[in-house]
């Protein structure tokens, strides 16, 4: 049984915060787990614009308050998520009637947005994903052309930063992106966050998503890290997770169900991803302040239905009957 393992976050209480992306029903179904193991919480997607904002004279805080309810009942950390993206984000912002809205009327919705979450939260969020995944994956291009970015410009960002340290000003602020180990993108997060330092943009951190797989080279993250901490600013690990499969691992089109299973080699080498990372992460706990990995478990894991829909992937630190996996251990015995 998992209770007969150490406390993975008090085992790392002298690295950094260990936390977990959830949702209320992770709150039900692996809440055993989570008290025991973790120190901070990320509110997933209950604090994404769409559904805690879907109607513009209508909030939804359900899912975002027992998430707030639980980390304090049991004296955990709280990293918001994320008020700007280009996804899940409600149609009615950009409109104006039957037309888009206009650069000052989006503004205004922007700033109001985040009165009303840092009035109702701020003093209870230590960091807070303020712009998540501005950057273009292609070699070509800078910033994702979204409705945001469109609509009011490149300067969307550093308003966005600087309503949030407006109305919450205690807060950490971060820039959130995925696929940031990756050289040409990394660079690319790297003239982002310089020109906001240059601008006078506030900017505390960078959240390095590290979606992984078991074929990622250890020497990009190593390399990432250094380029970000470079620029003298905090960093977090804020949704980790480590795939069974390649990236361009792809069912054939024409047998969908077809899907490629893991071997017993494939989860030896995700255990030894598993050590490597985190002993990569404790060797920069310097700057380093927080490891989150995206869910708990892998009964509940955003994998299963990404890229490939259906295909079960097992990419957390617990299985799916909350065991922890044999590199858990080792990873709570390295610092013991």
């Known amino acids: 049984m998992y209770q007969d ?26 809440r055993n787990l989570i ?24 909030y939804d ?27 899940q984000t409600a149609d009615w912002i950009f409109t104006d009637r039957f037309v888009y809205a ?72 971060f820039y959130n992106d995925y696929n940031e180990f990756h050289p040409i993108k990394r660079d690319k997060i790297v003239r982002l966050m310089r020109g906001m330092q240059e601008r006078g943009v506030p900017l505390d951190g960078f959240g390095l998503q590290q979606h ?34 390649h990236p361009k691992d792809r069912p054939n089109p024409y047998y969908p169900k077809h899907f490629t299973i893991p071997s017993r080699e494939d989860f030896a080498r995700q255990g030894k991803m598993y050590e490597d990372l985190f002993a990569i992460y ?14 708990v478990a892998d009964d509940l894991t955003w994998l299963d239905m990404h890229p490939v829909p259906g295909r079960k992937n097992y990419p957390l630190l617990f299985s799916y009957d909350h065991t922890p996996k044999p590199c858990t251990r080792a990873i709570v015995d390295a610092v013991r």
């Not at 992306?21 to 692996?30: C, D, S």
């Not at 020497?219 to 890290?225: E, F, L, N, R």
């Not at 404790?282 to 869910?295: A, H, K």
């Open 5 to 30: 393992m150490p406390s993975l976050c008090e085992a790392y209480a002298d690295y950094f915060k260990i936390g977990a992306a959830v949702m209320p029903q992770n709150l039900t179904a692996q």
């Open 35 to 58: 008290v025991k193991h973790f120190n901070s919480l990320t509110t997933s997607s209950a604090m994404k614009f769409g559904p805690i904002h879907p109607e513009e004279y209508r």
């Open 61 to 87: 805080f359900a899912d975002a308050d027992a998430i707030f309810a639980f980390a304090k009942e049991h004296h955990m950390a709280v990293r918001a998520h994320a008020p700007v993206w280009h996804q």
């Open 102 to 173: 206009d650069r000052e009327l989006l503004l205004e919705r922007l700033e109001d947005h985040i009165r009303v979450l840092a009035g109702r939260y701020g003093d209870s969020v230590y960091a807070w994903d303020v712009v998540n995944e501005a950057i273009v994956d292609e070699p070509d291009g800078y910033l994702r052309e979204t409705k945001w970015y469109k609509l009011i410009g490149p300067d969307y960002i550093d308003y966005a930063y600087r309503f949030v340290k407006k109305y919450a000003p205690h807060t950490q602020v």
């Open 212 to 245: 992984v797989s078991i074929y990622t080279n250890l020497d990009d993250i190593k390399a990432a890290i250094e380029a970000y901490a470079a620029l003298g600013i905090t960093l977090h690990i804020t949704e980790l997770d480590v795939s069974l499969y």
């Open 282 to 295: 404790r060797s920069y706990s310097d700057v380093i302040e927080s490891v989150t990995t995206w869910g």
